[in-house]
């Protein structure tokens, strides 16, 4: 925020809210950005003339000002732009020109992932790449190493599921070493072959990494934790004597959640060919679920361990269009404030207690023939 705008402001606060209400009039508020426009953001500039727009009681709060210099942005001022045009006057974000590469890059995944050209435009002004998207591709690398580790131990890329010692590792998910908590998560660092592993990669960085950018580590992470998480308990729940492996659980997560948006805010999105790439992703989901259903079924290489099961594919799918939809559906608003957030993440967590307690009792009381350990 320039020293002089805001001084100005402060003073014209004062005198014109000797209450100290916390608001001025949003003529005076204009006739403040007409003399010092000039000194802002051209985008930040059209979205506070939009706040103005959009305030039908002709007052603007002197915090949400704050905010947006800030980079930040109340609930107030959200409500203030949806009561106002949702199309900004001014050019849209895609026609502007003379962009560097990392510019045309943030301007590229805003088009991809977010809906409202005002919210295009606040990601495009206000992103740094600090942090960067430093969640997916840590968990990328990492599902690598460990692929490539296991296949010259074992040598064997493809088909690696086959080997005899592939179950042996202690990261995939076993019926009979459930007890061992970690492998509920760290089943993802294995993967059947370098076929389960390519189509999951490529999966998880072409949709991962735009949504991290945009939403941050965190709430990335939740989502693919939560999907992984899910994957692993509902092979415990539904498909009982198999084991896991692979990162589909989170992948499908956060691929779903994503389309998902898209339809629901169809209109809005902007990306280029969106019913092409969207068709494509729905065949990569499944002939990556495909495969999976063929390897379960097929003849294991080691009677009488079943392979591993396909179960949680849809266990990342239903996250994804449950929880996931509601933490990407709001771009920057907390998630301590959406209400349906806490309804969903309440149910999941009842989901949790209820396979951890059927994972407890449920095996011994139906008398569940389990294959021996690896």
């Known amino acids: 925020m320039t020293k002089c705008l805001q001084r100005e402001l ?134 690598v190493a460990v692929f490539m580790y296991y296949g010259f131990q074992m040598d064997r890329l493809v088909l690696q599921v086959s080997s005899p010692s592939f179950l042996k590792s202690p990261l995939p998910y076993h019926p009979q070493l459930r007890a061992q908590a970690w492998r509920y998560l760290s089943y993802i660092f294995m993967h059947t072959g370098i076929e389960h592993l390519s189509l999951n990669m490529a999966m998880q960085l072409l949709v991962g990494v735009p949504l991290e950018m945009v939403h941050g580590a965190l709430r990335i992470g939740l989502v693919y934790v939560c999907g992984v998480l899910a994957g692993s308990l509902a092979v415990s729940v539904t498909d009982m004597t198999a084991p896991v492996v692979g990162s589909s659980g989170g992948v499908y ?68 269009l449950t929880l996931g939809v509601v933490v990407l559906q709001n771009y920057e608003q907390r998630l301590q404030e959406q209400s349906l957030f806490w309804i969903f993440f309440c149910v999941y967590t009842l989901f949790v207690l209820c396979a951890v307690f059927w994972n407890i009792f449920a095996y011994s009381l139906l008398d569940v023939r389990l294959p021996p350990p690896p």
């Open 10 to 143: 402060t003073d014209l606060q004062k005198k014109y809210d000797p209450e100290n209400s916390g608001f001025i009039s949003t003529e005076r508020f204009r006739d403040l950005l007409a003399t010092h426009g000039s000194e802002l953001d051209p985008h930040k500039l059209e979205v506070l003339l939009a706040l103005a727009d959009g305030n039908a009681d002709g007052k603007i709060c002197y915090q949400d000002f704050v905010n947006l210099m800030s980079n930040k942005r109340s609930n107030s001022f959200r409500r203030a732009i949806l009561q106002g045009s949702r199309q900004l006057k001014g050019c849209s974000l895609r026609d502007e020109v003379g962009l560097g590469l990392s510019q045309r890059l943030v301007r590229h995944v805003a088009y991809e992932t977010l809906p409202r050209e005002v919210d295009r435009k606040w990601y495009f002004d206000s992103y740094t790449y600090c942090p960067p998207p430093w969640f997916i591709l840590a968990i990328t690398i990492a599902e």
């Open 253 to 320: 997560a956060l691929v779903s959640a994503h389309l998902a948006n898209v339809v629901m805010n169809w209109s809005g999105m902007k990306c280029q060919f969106k019913l092409f790439r969207m068709a494509m992703a729905l065949v990569c989901m499944s002939v990556e679920f495909g495969r999976a259903v063929w390897l379960r079924f097929y003849p294991p290489a080691f009677p009488p361990c079943p392979n591993p099961s396909f179960v949680a594919h849809l266990g990342g799918v239903v996250v994804g």
